[in-house]
């Protein structure tokens, strides 16, 4: 299930959002429901939601001002502004905030169901893509750390499986090597994925 976030300072417009369409026969769960920008980002803190309905204009902190703080917290957290002013400056700043759409209110159940639906499409695409990266990263590590447990001398497999290691990782230049003899290994303990290793 996609967790959702509505914040919105008219009661009446979030019973709307909660009522208009059947979020968990499209795959979302509302998570947190919040009357104010503060409010909003205590939730979003706290509950880690992969998708924010924003309105602009609520009190102690404006849509505007929410979303640029969740590009800092979360860059990946989706995010739609819902307003009741078509003001071309909030659709200008929707752009810049990379905010997946822009809801003017009064909006039709029929048009939250097909935006939904494409957001799903997307949460699919980022989920899929940041699994690969995961993977992709942990292959590159496992290679490189092979290729300093091997006894193979070419420095050629060391140089080469270290210059795929990413950035963050800050592996130095030289390495202190330690040989344990293990005279009893319980499998049970280790995760089938550490096990080769």
Not at 100 to 108: A, G, N
Not at 140 to 147: A, T
């Given at each position: 299930m996609i967790k959702v976030l509505i914040a919105d300072d008219e009661i009446h417009f979030r019973n709307y959002m909660l009522t208009?369409?059947?979020?968990?026969s499209l795959?979302?769960?509302?998570?947190?429901?919040?009357?104010?920008?503060?409010?909003?980002?205590?939730?979003?803190?706290?509950?880690?939601p992969d998708l924010a309905f924003l309105d602009i204009n609520m009190p102690l902190m404006d849509g505007i001002s929410l979303a640029e703080k969740v590009r800092e917290l979360a860059p990946d957290m989706m995010m739609v502004f819902v307003t009741g002013y078509s003001d071309f400056a909030y659709a200008k700043k929707a752009i810049q905030l990379h905010i997946?759409?822009?809801?003017?209110?009064?909006?039709?159940p029929e048009e939250l169901t097909r935006l939904l639906l494409l957001l799903r499409q997307k949460y699919e695409r980022i989920?899929?893509?940041?699994?690969?990266?995961r993977q992709a990263k942990q292959v590159?590590?496992?290679?490189?750390?092979?290729?300093l447990l091997s006894y193979i001398p070419e420095d050629s497999i060391v140089y080469e499986s270290k210059k795929n290691v990413p950035e963050?990782?800050?592996?130095?230049?030289?390495?202190?090597?330690?040989?344990?003899?293990?005279?009893?290994?319980?499998?049970?303990?280790?995760?089938?994925?550490?096990?080769?290793?």
């Open positions: 208009a369409v059947d979020w968990n795959g979302f769960q509302i998570s947190s429901v919040a009357q104010n920008g503060q409010e909003a980002l205590s939730a979003i803190q706290d509950s880690c997946e759409d822009y809801l003017l209110k009064p909006f039709s989920r899929l893509r940041n699994s690969r990266d590159i590590m496992d290679k490189f750390l092979n290729s963050n990782w800050k592996i130095s230049d030289f390495f202190k090597v330690m040989v344990v003899e293990i005279g009893y290994l319980n499998c049970m303990e280790l995760s089938k994925r550490d096990l080769p290793l």
